[in-house]
């Protein structure tokens, strides 16, 4: 890798134009780390990050909107090992099911990094090189203590209780010959740069966080290991793996073409936002700028550390059993409602608190009766009143001047937010405007209009309405993709709402003679009591509020029943006819299933561990006599037995070819 070092006047010209400049922006996410699937806290700040990538897109910004997969370090090789696979067979599962799930969630990334790429080892080790050739990396002897979960090295001084400060996990004596990076050769640097730059780390709390952390002094940092191999190796020494979080912070270059194209790495270093939880933001605001310092090249605009989202106001893990699977979760109450709730619910940089009391309060007061409410009443008056035909305005009256200014204001306004990382309040601006277009048919009465024939005045009206629901969509569609377009399907305009621009939102835009189209509500009302029935039957609320695990511990812990009790079941031998997916569930398979004679319906939750094809021709275990139940709206008619661990899932079957009908006991 002999790519020469790229110029240095360059960057430092676009650094200067740093604040304020346009045309560009360069987001990520923190690349995740493969050891478990995702939960919503994942979610939450990839959808942060791709609602600022749409709104950069939409103003105009030639934008690069980078995720990715952390794949190296010990972590992974110990739990591939547990699983009896290999750490790359294990990730490849693992990171296709970040990819499914980023699909899912409408996350519009335009490079995902895997750290096990080709690209990304050559990258790592030539930045590896470059310093170790500066003087920066040097060879000597570690002995401290480790946090295998964190990947984090401590010293003595810096443990809780001989724990990691950061997880409160027991940490590891390790002993071992290292490469160290001088960090202490920056740390002033460093400081000034934070000092000089109040927007490098974002909020306020977390920068003085960070300069108290350097001001008390920087260790030189063991950047590789020779206990275990998962890595990339060192490229001067291959007994040696360098340190994972090297590996990790060094994508933000990869993904941006650094060594190896040169032309889109100039476009867009410096990144403008690195977005991380907080509880990483130490490794972005001082590893990673001394990385860079180290190479000769600017460092990114902003690394802001956001806060948690709390579960009922505990921290989200594993181990609490209280993590929320996101797809269970798009599943149920659809992707936009999720990506609306995260974005508003929660005030950017502060700990958020999801329930699902929260999240269906929302939905019922902000998307169906706001939101649904204004598109739904506006397009039945126009059909009504109109045929369906956008009217030609005439006069103004004080209410449309009003409306007309608040309009352009919201769209200016949301842009502020946006630029400021005030996402949530971006939302409630927007919601002003919704508000208000609520309230402007409360006030002009079209009914009124139209029973005492002031024709022109309610052709004015229902022009308003229209072409504010316009604005509205094109203004949410960085926030709820689909939502945007459905609002621009119902109000009938023939040009993509794709290739709309800000400079759309101004008004006017929506042409008379416009034809729009009746559509279904955008977001139903949920019922909170039908809601709590079928939570009810089918056992969700439980299962939502614990893992795998832990259900294998409670059903241990059951009571003891006695044989009539299980009597009551009648299990069954069952062969699959027919299976088919159900659509917008992709958890649910639909199975026609013979029991004996007798042709039955049912509904599992099995489409993430087998194809409708597999299932054909297979001889099942079923419950016969289960009450039948609706699930996702589909009738069940009984259920199939399956076991199931974290890892996967196997359906319970007959050792011997019997037929189906046969009773189970
Ligand atoms: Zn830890």
């Given at each position: 890798m002999e790519t020469p070092p790229p110029v240095l006047e360059e960057f430092r010209r676009k650094e200067d134009e740093h604040?304020?400049?346009?045309g560009r922006y360069y987001i990520s996410t923190p690349i995740y780390y493969p050891s478990d699937r995702l939960h919503i806290g994942h979610v939450y700040t990839t959808t942060v990050a791709d609602c600022l990538a749409r709104w950069h897109r939409f103003i105009g910004d030639d934008v690069l909107f980078l995720t990715g997969s952390d794949e190296h370090g010990q972590k992974i090789e110990r739990i591939a090992k547990s699983q009896g696979i290999g750490p790359k067979a294990y990730v490849d599962k693992i990171v296709d099911s970040f990819k499914v799930l980023w699909k899912r969630y409408n996350i519009s990334y335009d490079d995902f990094v895997r750290t096990t790429e080709d690209r990304h080892r050559q990258v790592v080790q030539e930045v590896f090189r470059r310093i170790y050739e500066k003087g920066d990396i040097y060879k000597g002897e570690y002995e401290g203590w480790y946090c295998t979960p964190c990947e984090a090295f401590w010293v003595e001084t810096k443990l809780e209780d001989g724990n990691c400060p950061d997880c409160g996990r027991p940490v590891e004596l390790v002993k071992e010959e290292s490469y160290f990076f001088r960090l202490s050769n920056y740390a002033d640097r460093l400081l000034r740069h934070i000092e000089e730059n109040?927007?490098?780390?974002?909020?306020e709390s977390r920068r003085n966080e960070m300069i108290s952390f350097i001001k008390s002094g920087l260790e030189d940092l063991c950047v590789s290991r020779t206990t275990f191999d998962w890595g990339i190796p060192v490229p001067m020494d291959d007994d040696h793996v360098i340190y994972v979080w090297i590996d990790a912070l060094t994508n933000y270059l990869t993904g941006a073409g650094f060594l190896q194209d040169e032309e889109k790495f100039a476009r867009y270093w410096p990144a403008d936002l690195h977005l991380v939880g907080k509880e990483i933001i130490r490794f972005h605001t001082i590893i990673w700028p001394i990385i860079l310092m180290a190479l000769d090249l600017p460092l990114p605009k902003t690394v802001f550390g956001h806060g948690w989202l709390l579960m009922e106001h505990d921290k989200m893990s594993k181990s609490k059993g209280n993590v929320i699977d996101p797809i269970e979760l798009a599943d149920e109450f659809g992707v936009d409602a999720v990506r609306y709730f995260l974005l508003r619910e929660v005030s950017f940089g502060q700990d958020g608190n999801f329930s699902r009391r929260a999240l269906i309060d929302r939905i019922n007061a902000?998307?169906?009766?706001?939101l649904g409410n204004l598109l739904h009443r506006s397009v039945a008056m126009i059909i009504r009143y109109r045929d369906g035909v956008i009217p030609e305005p005439g006069a103004l009256t004080e209410l449309e001047q009003d409306l007309q200014q608040l309009a352009a204001a919201t769209a200016a306004g949301v842009n502020e937010h946006i630029e400021a990382l005030e996402i949530n309040a971006a939302l409630s601006a927007i919601w002003r405007l919704i508000g208000r277009a609520n309230k402007y048919i409360d006030e002009a009465e079209p009914w009124t209009l139209n029973k005492t024939e002031q024709t022109e005045r309610l052709d004015t009206v229902l022009y308003h309405l229209g072409e504010t629901l316009r604005i509205l969509a094109l203004l949410v569609k960085s926030f709820m993709p689909d939502t945007g377009e459905k609002i621009w399907a119902q109000l009938g305009i023939s040009e993509s709402i794709e290739s709309c621009r800000f400079e759309n939102t101004a008004w006017g835009g929506l042409e008379a003679g416009t034809k729009v189209v009746k559509g279904d509500p955008i977001f139903p009302r949920i019922d909170l009591d039908k809601l709590a029935e079928a939570e009810e039957a089918s056992g969700v609320v439980e299962a939502k509020q614990e893992t795998a695990e832990q259900a294998v511990e409670k059903k241990a812990e059951k009571p003891q029943v006695s044989i009539e009790d299980f009597a009551k079941l009648d299990l069954r031998v069952a062969e699959v006819k027919a299976a088919e997916p159900v659509p917008g569930a992709d958890r649910l398979l639909k199975l026609t299933v013979t029991i004996g004679e007798e042709e039955r319906q049912i509904v599992a939750g099995i489409a993430q561990h087998y194809t409708p094809d597999e299932m054909v021709g297979k001889r099942i275990v079923v419950v016969a006599n289960l009450k039948p139940a609706k699930l996702r709206g589909v009738l069940s008619e009984g259920m199939l037995l399956a076991a199931s661990t974290k890892d996967g899932l196997g359906l319970v079957t007959v050792e011997r070819d019997l037929p189906s009908g046969a009773q189970v006991k």
């Amino acid at each position: 890798m002999e790519t020469p070092p790229p110029v240095l006047e360059e960057f430092r010209r676009k650094e200067d134009e740093h604040m304020g400049r346009k045309g560009r922006y360069y987001i990520s996410t923190p690349i995740y780390y493969p050891s478990d699937r995702l939960h919503i806290g994942h979610v939450y700040t990839t959808t942060v990050a791709d609602c600022l990538a749409r709104w950069h897109r939409f103003i105009g910004d030639d934008v690069l909107f980078l995720t990715g997969s952390d794949e190296h370090g010990q972590k992974i090789e110990r739990i591939a090992k547990s699983q009896g696979i290999g750490p790359k067979a294990y990730v490849d599962k693992i990171v296709d099911s970040f990819k499914v799930l980023w699909k899912r969630y409408n996350i519009s990334y335009d490079d995902f990094v895997r750290t096990t790429e080709d690209r990304h080892r050559q990258v790592v080790q030539e930045v590896f090189r470059r310093i170790y050739e500066k003087g920066d990396i040097y060879k000597g002897e570690y002995e401290g203590w480790y946090c295998t979960p964190c990947e984090a090295f401590w010293v003595e001084t810096k443990l809780e209780d001989g724990n990691c400060p950061d997880c409160g996990r027991p940490v590891e004596l390790v002993k071992e010959e290292s490469y160290f990076f001088r960090l202490s050769n920056y740390a002033d640097r460093l400081l000034r740069h934070i000092e000089e730059n109040p927007e490098f780390i974002q909020p306020e709390s977390r920068r003085n966080e960070m300069i108290s952390f350097i001001k008390s002094g920087l260790e030189d940092l063991c950047v590789s290991r020779t206990t275990f191999d998962w890595g990339i190796p060192v490229p001067m020494d291959d007994d040696h793996v360098i340190y994972v979080w090297i590996d990790a912070l060094t994508n933000y270059l990869t993904g941006a073409g650094f060594l190896q194209d040169e032309e889109k790495f100039a476009r867009y270093w410096p990144a403008d936002l690195h977005l991380v939880g907080k509880e990483i933001i130490r490794f972005h605001t001082i590893i990673w700028p001394i990385i860079l310092m180290a190479l000769d090249l600017p460092l990114p605009k902003t690394v802001f550390g956001h806060g948690w989202l709390l579960m009922e106001h505990d921290k989200m893990s594993k181990s609490k059993g209280n993590v929320i699977d996101p797809i269970e979760l798009a599943d149920e109450f659809g992707v936009d409602a999720v990506r609306y709730f995260l974005l508003r619910e929660v005030s950017f940089g502060q700990d958020g608190n999801f329930s699902r009391r929260a999240l269906i309060d929302r939905i019922n007061a902000d998307l169906a009766n706001d939101l649904g409410n204004l598109l739904h009443r506006s397009v039945a008056m126009i059909i009504r009143y109109r045929d369906g035909v956008i009217p030609e305005p005439g006069a103004l009256t004080e209410l449309e001047q009003d409306l007309q200014q608040l309009a352009a204001a919201t769209a200016a306004g949301v842009n502020e937010h946006i630029e400021a990382l005030e996402i949530n309040a971006a939302l409630s601006a927007i919601w002003r405007l919704i508000g208000r277009a609520n309230k402007y048919i409360d006030e002009a009465e079209p009914w009124t209009l139209n029973k005492t024939e002031q024709t022109e005045r309610l052709d004015t009206v229902l022009y308003h309405l229209g072409e504010t629901l316009r604005i509205l969509a094109l203004l949410v569609k960085s926030f709820m993709p689909d939502t945007g377009e459905k609002i621009w399907a119902q109000l009938g305009i023939s040009e993509s709402i794709e290739s709309c621009r800000f400079e759309n939102t101004a008004w006017g835009g929506l042409e008379a003679g416009t034809k729009v189209v009746k559509g279904d509500p955008i977001f139903p009302r949920i019922d909170l009591d039908k809601l709590a029935e079928a939570e009810e039957a089918s056992g969700v609320v439980e299962a939502k509020q614990e893992t795998a695990e832990q259900a294998v511990e409670k059903k241990a812990e059951k009571p003891q029943v006695s044989i009539e009790d299980f009597a009551k079941l009648d299990l069954r031998v069952a062969e699959v006819k027919a299976a088919e997916p159900v659509p917008g569930a992709d958890r649910l398979l639909k199975l026609t299933v013979t029991i004996g004679e007798e042709e039955r319906q049912i509904v599992a939750g099995i489409a993430q561990h087998y194809t409708p094809d597999e299932m054909v021709g297979k001889r099942i275990v079923v419950v016969a006599n289960l009450k039948p139940a609706k699930l996702r709206g589909v009738l069940s008619e009984g259920m199939l037995l399956a076991a199931s661990t974290k890892d996967g899932l196997g359906l319970v079957t007959v050792e011997r070819d019997l037929p189906s009908g046969a009773q189970v006991k």
